[in-house]
């Protein structure tokens, strides 16, 4: 079977610029030849796959002196950036958060003349041999403040006054 | 959504051209941020070519540059972990399910590596015919070559692609 006229068809017939009668011709050797019918799938296949890919939404781009303003993008739709570090942020606020109430659980209230418990935070660190004491005290209002005392502990901060200081900021708001 | 340009360009040519490059940069890139970059570095190009002489046919000529400029943002994604691309997939298409985002992202990937090894020429037909549906006759004006070329180009483009996803249908069939 000769398929060089076929060759010669085979961009115009993929490009969908084969006139009727060609196309005609050229479905006819398809029809009786197996190589050719595979060349001429394959690559169709090929230009689906292309096709098959999301296009971009309709946008107009519009120059407004220095900057670039893009219309017809959904407010909502998130930018990479935004969602790379807003995670990354909230969690290390949280971090911070946790660790300051924990350390202000586990130091010494005051009850005042007056029933009102107050303290205030400062820190401060003071060595003693081995061991390494840490002061401070928060300053809150009776109503807000937790009811138990809880000692001056001494020792290191760890985890502890993460899961601790956790369980406070969870106390309080209730 | 605003972004800062180096220059100023050509007033005609981005107002007739900026979507157009930022969809065909949309097509490889997937990624509304980094056809915006593109956007931005094809332009700052075309001031600096229109400098010097505005190209005769603007369309094929920033086509080119903007296939160029993707297919090397592709590169140096690339050496990203495919782990981040997989979570920076997920978040920016948070309606669609994760298994077809990661799917189209695989495929974009295996379409920007094949057009990597086509020469410039044979990329931009390839665009042109499939994304913008223009006659070989109109792409062989736009780029200045002859229509058997471009034909030439165009099947050639499709070979490279279809080898290289190949392994994708091949692994599809036997599921």
């Known amino acids: 079977m ?5 060759d010669s068809m085979m961009a115009d017939a993929l490009g969908d610029e084969l006139s009727p009668d060609d196309r005609t011709v050229f479905e006819a050797h398809l029809a ?33 002196g220095n900057r670039l303003v893009i219309q017809g993008l959904p407010e909502s739709q998130p930018g990479v950036m935004r969602v790379r570090y807003r995670g990354l942020l909230r969690y290390a606020a949280g971090l911070l958060i946790a660790f300051t109430a924990g350390y202000a659980t586990h130091l010494g209230m005051m009850m005042g003349e007056d029933g009102s418990v107050s303290s205030s935070i400062s820190y401060g660190a003071d060595h003693q041999g081995s061991e390494k004491m840490i002061f401070a005290s928060a300053q809150m209002k009776p109503d807000t403040l937790q009811s138990s005392l809880v000692n001056v502990h001494i020792r290191r901060p760890g985890r502890s ?8 900021m969870l106390a309080v708001r209730r | 959504m605003l972004a800062r340009i180096a220059s100023d360009p050509p007033e ?12 065909w ?26 400098a010097r002489q505005e190209p005769q046919h603007p369309r094929g000529w920033l086509r080119r540059v903007t296939l160029n400029h993707a297919i090397d943002k592709v590169r140096v994604r690339r050496h990203g972990s495919i782990e981040s691309d997989e979570a920076i997939v997920r978040h920016t298409h948070p309606a669609e399910a994760p298994g077809q985002s990661m799917d189209q992202a695989v495929l974009r990937a295996d379409i920007a590596k094949a057009l990597d090894r086509l020469s410039d020429s044979q990329r931009s037909v390839l665009v042109a015919k499939i994304y913008d549906d223009l006659t070989f006759a109109r792409i062989a004006e736009e780029l200045d070559l002859t229509v058997s070329t471009v034909k030439t180009h165009y099947l050639r483009a ?9 392994p994708r249908w091949d692994d599809q069939e036997k599921l």
Not at chain 1, 38 to 60: D, N
Not at chain 1, 161 to 168: C, E, H, P, R, S
Not at chain 2, 12 to 23: H, I, N, Q, R, T
Not at chain 2, 158 to 166: E, F, G
């Open chain 2, 25 to 50: 940069a949309y097509r490889l890139l997937g990624r509304h941020h980094d056809a915006l970059d593109v956007v931005q570095d094809v332009f700052v190009k075309w001031a600096q070519q229109c």
């Open chain 2, 158 to 166: 499709l070979d490279v692609l279809r080898a290289q996803l190949r």
């Open chain 1, 161 to 168: 006054d993460l899961a601790k200081g956790l369980i406070a």
């Open chain 1, 32 to 64: 009786g030849c197996d190589k050719c019918r595979h060349e001429y799938e394959t690559r169709l296949q090929t230009i689906k796959a292309l096709r098959g890919l999301p296009g971009p939404r309709r946008v107009t781009i519009q120059r407004r």
């Open chain 2, 12 to 23: 005609s040519g981005f107002e007739l051209y900026a979507a157009d490059v930022y969809g």
């Open chain 1, 2 to 6: 000769n398929c060089e006229p076929i």
